[in-house]
């Protein structure tokens, strides 16, 4: 027997033909076995539902959030600047020069839940020209929140109430208000045109505490 026909084959080694058989048919099993590769496209296409689903779902939602917290988060729309000031329909001119006291009555618009209500009376101030600014009080009596009346024969404030009495600088006369008249804030703006910040106060106390 010659030395080429006793040669055997190496057992580690495959012939190349044998190989590339082996190798496609490894590739025809996966392409057959729906099991290999699914759970990535699995995953891939869970995270697109949930990412279509959020959006559908959230955008709708986040809209009708906004819409019924609207009157919250909005701001009062007012006839003023932001700042709480209210442009009043008075100039300084209408003021009397020797600072006696005009009863004002406050308007402005008013937002209740998702209506506007627009020029509504919102609250009385006493205004006194002081030169070329304005004095303002609020007419509520700091005891108990009646309204304060002006006394011209007096030359004060009174509250018929329990008969607090203010000098015409809002300083008490007497000992039954626990505090003077509540001021407000007052602006003589655009060539005399006065505008108001209206404010109420907590009632019954030394402090003057805004409600
Ligand atoms: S409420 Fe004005 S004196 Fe009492």
């Not at 495959?14 to 699995?42: C, F, K, M, Y």
């Not at 697109?48 to 906004?66: F, Q, R, S, W």
């Amino acid at each position: 027997m010659s030395e080429k026909e006793n040669a055997t084959p190496d057992a580690d080694e495959t012939p190349p033909a044998e190989a590339a058989v082996t190798s496609h048919s490894a590739l025809s099993q996966a392409a057959d076995d729906p099991s290999i590769g699914t759970p990535r496209r699995n995953f891939v296409a869970e995270f697109m539902a949930v990412a279509v689903g959020a959006v559908v779902g959230i955008v709708p939602a986040a809209i009708g959030g906004l819409f019924f917290l609207d009157p919250l988060v909005r701001k009062r729309a007012g006839s003023g600047t932001g700042d709480g000031f209210v442009k009043t329909d008075l100039i300084l001119d209408a003021l009397p020069e020797d600072g006696t006291p005009i009863r004002y009555t406050v308007r402005d618009d008013l937002i209740n839940a998702w209506n506007l209500f627009p020029d509504q009376p919102i609250g009385s101030a006493w205004l006194r020209r002081i030169q070329d600014q304005v004095l303002a009080f609020n007419t509520v009596c700091p005891h108990l929140g009646c309204a304060v009346e002006h006394r011209p024969s007096e030359g004060d404030f009174y509250c018929p109430c329990h008969t607090s009495a203010f000098d015409l600088d809002g300083k008490p006369l007497n000992v039954i208000p626990p505090r003077g008249m509540d001021t407000l804030e007052a602006d003589v703006r655009d060539g005399g045109r006065i505008w108001l910040k209206y404010q109420e106060f907590r009632g019954a106390t030394s402090e003057k505490v805004p409600v």
